[in-house]
């Protein structure tokens, strides 16, 4: 290259302080490449082929190399939000908790995300979590890490907690009785009588 392509890719003097995606030299054109080549292109390759689009969150750091983190909200412990950081070097596991998920039942490799998140801590989810995860997938979760005790951040037993709405329909009161004062029971009923 001459000096003129050179400044194409080499910043001015300074401006890589200011501006992350601007190389500061051949080095960092090098890494920057070997980031796009070996990191993202394979977890875009992935991205699609398992439908991760709405799992992972991608960031560009102050050295302008790409991270990426799974989200897995709630899968650990209760009301906390949570990432897992994907490295270069979990391509190959990420891949293989979707494919062993996908083995089990095509349509159970969604679940390859939170398996990855499972194997990397080696823990098993919060039990409350099991309940939105396919029951046939749910041998893969328990090889991740030992059984969990129920605390604070795993409030339920693996199969107690149930989001349904049936569920929750089959707990609410039928009548005023059961939820209302008996002073605001009788002003009810009063006021009822002289509407009648």
């Known amino acids: 290259m001459n000096k003129k392509e050179d400044n194409v890719l080499l910043t001015t003097k300074g401006s890589h302080k200011t501006n992350p995606f601007l190389a500061r030299d051949h080095a960092d054109v090098n890494r920057r490449d070997a980031n796009l080549r070996y990191f993202v292109d394979p977890l875009l390759r992935l991205t699609i082929e398992y439908g991760m689009t709405d799992e992972i969150l991608w960031k560009v750091n102050q050295d302008g190399l790409f991270r990426a983190y799974l989200m897995c909200s709630d899968l650990f412990y209760w009301g906390a939000a949570d990432t897992e950081e994907i490295l270069i070097t979990d391509i190959p596991f990420l891949e293989r908790a979707y494919k062993d998920c996908k083995a089990v039942d095509p349509l159970t490799?969604?679940?390859?995300?939170?398996?990855?998140?499972?194997?990397?801590?080696?823990?098993?989810?919060?039990?409350?979590?099991?309940?939105?995860?396919?029951?046939?997938?749910?041998?893969?979760?328990?090889?991740a890490g030992p059984e969990r005790r129920v605390d604070a951040v795993n409030p339920y037993?693996?199969?107690?907690?149930?989001?349904?709405?049936?569920?929750?329909?089959?707990?609410?009161?039928?009548?005023?009785?059961?939820?209302?004062?008996?002073?605001?029971?009788?002003?009810?009923s009063t006021s009822t009588q002289e509407d009648g």
């Open 109 to 143: 490799m969604y679940w390859g995300g939170w398996l990855y998140c499972s194997r990397k801590r080696k823990q098993r989810p919060q039990g409350a979590a099991y309940s939105h995860i396919d029951t046939m997938v749910w041998d893969l979760f328990n090889e």
């Open 157 to 188: 037993e693996i199969g107690d907690y149930h989001p349904n709405m049936d569920k929750i329909e089959e707990a609410l009161p039928t009548s005023t009785q059961e939820v209302l004062p008996t002073s605001a029971q009788e002003t009810l």
